[in-house]
């Protein structure tokens, strides 16, 4: 039983229920970020210890996808997934009211446990594989979960079969999406021979060198807010930013206008910073000040 089956709920269902969750592509720069999750009754715990389910990282390619159509085409097993697109990793990291990847990741996971139980699945258990203080990640899922009992460790893809099957649903999942990823831009000498996609890959730093663009950056498969994208950003375009006041040091273009490069969107900037610019109305645009916009932080 997989997710595209989902309204056809099986008898099992009603039976007390185990689930894992884990995720794929945490760490690379370019790609989604994909959670995935596996349940089933608990009275087939037993069955699914021998179905050679282990942590998708020590599985070759070839063997997680011949795991994944076993585990879709068994009608005593469930799964799901949640596929965070690159874009909505950026924004949401990069955005005013950050949410960091922790944050995101805890969100995937209380979102798919939500989704299960909506379906009509008795989850009496869920094991996860943990993201940040094991015991907080915890608390926070039995909180939103009361009737639900959690076990969050580390390496519960290697100890837990349900979890082992979760990473496999996440990893070939993920793997899929960028092998069939379409580049939206439209520039010439695209490719996709980016590699693993993690930082450190030769490959993966080739191809981000490759499709920088002096503009717009990177195409949309990248992580734009990861610091990784930082170092390419040094000799992109300069944008001008209208302004009526000086720049904080006191001095302005010869234009009047205060200039900014395209690098500063990838860099963070404390929150009190931005909010002192923000407040005296320094480096804003005329749009605002001819209005007397300002921002309001107390209500």
Same mark, same amino acid.
């Given at each position: 039983?997989?997710?595209?089956?989902?309204?056809?709920?099986?008898?099992?269902?009603?039976?007390?229920?185990?689930?894992?969750?884990?995720?794929?592509?945490?760490?690379?720069?370019?790609?989604?970020?994909?959670?995935?999750?596996?349940?089933?009754?608990?009275?087939?715990?037993?069955?699914?210890?021998?179905?050679?389910?282990?942590?998708?990282?020590?599985?070759?390619?070839?063997?997680?996808?011949?795991?994944?159509?076993?585990?879709?085409?068994?009608?005593?097993?469930?799964?799901?997934?949640?596929?965070?697109?690159?874009?909505?990793?950026?924004?949401?990291?990069?955005?005013?009211?950050?949410?960091?990847?922790?944050?995101i990741s805890h969100d995937s996971a209380m979102g798919l446990v939500t989704k299960v139980l909506n379906m009509g699945v008795l989850l009496t258990e869920v094991y996860v594989d943990t993201v940040g203080d094991a015991e907080k990640y915890r608390a926070k899922l039995s909180d939103r979960f009361p009737s639900v009992k959690f076990v969050v460790a580390k390496k519960a893809?290697?100890?837990?079969?349900?979890?082992?099957?979760?990473?496999?649903?996440? @990893?070939?999942?993920?793997?899929?999406?960028?092998?069939?990823?379409?580049?939206?831009?439209?520039?010439?000498?695209?490719?996709?021979?980016?590699?693993?996609?993690?930082?450190?890959?030769?490959?993966? @730093?080739?191809?981000?060198?490759?499709?920088?663009?002096?503009?717009?950056?990177?195409?949309?498969?990248?992580?734009?807010?990861?610091?990784?994208?930082?170092?390419?950003?040094?000799?992109?375009?300069?944008?001008?930013?209208?302004?009526?006041?000086?720049?904080?040091?006191?001095?302005?273009?010869?234009?009047?206008?205060?200039?900014?490069?395209?690098?500063?969107?990838?860099?963070?900037?404390?929150?009190? @910073?931005?909010?002192?610019?923000?407040?005296?109305?320094?480096?804003?645009?005329?749009?605002?000040?001819?209005?007397?916009?300002?921002?309001?932080?107390?209500?």
């Open positions: 039983m997989g997710s595209e089956r989902e309204a056809a709920i099986p008898e099992w269902a009603s039976e007390p229920c185990i689930m894992g969750i884990d995720e794929a592509g945490r760490g690379p720069v370019l790609g989604p970020m994909v959670y995935g999750c596996l349940y089933c009754a608990r009275s087939y715990q037993n069955t699914l210890s021998s179905l050679n389910f282990a942590d998708s990282k020590t599985l070759k390619e070839e063997k997680r996808e011949e795991l994944f159509e076993n585990l879709k085409a068994d009608e005593s097993i469930g799964w799901a997934v949640d596929v965070i697109d690159p874009r909505e990793l950026s924004a949401k990291m990069l955005k005013k009211s950050k949410i960091n990847l922790n944050e893809d290697s100890l837990y079969p349900v979890v082992s099957g979760a990473s496999i649903v996440a @990893k070939v999942t993920r793997d899929r999406a960028l092998r069939e990823w379409v580049l939206e831009e439209t520039a010439e000498d695209l490719h996709k021979d980016f590699g693993s996609g993690y930082p450190g890959d030769p490959n993966t @730093k080739a191809w981000l060198e490759h499709h920088k663009h002096f503009v717009f950056g990177f195409p949309s498969l990248v992580r734009f807010s990861w610091g990784t994208c930082t170092p390419y950003f040094k000799d992109i375009a300069e944008v001008l930013w209208e302004s009526d006041e000086m720049d904080e040091d006191g001095s302005s273009t010869a234009n009047g206008k205060r200039q900014m490069k395209l690098s500063s969107f990838g860099v963070t900037t404390s929150k009190r @910073k931005i909010e002192e610019i923000e407040s005296s109305g320094k480096g804003r645009c005329k749009f605002f000040l001819a209005r007397k916009l300002e921002q309001v932080t107390q209500f």
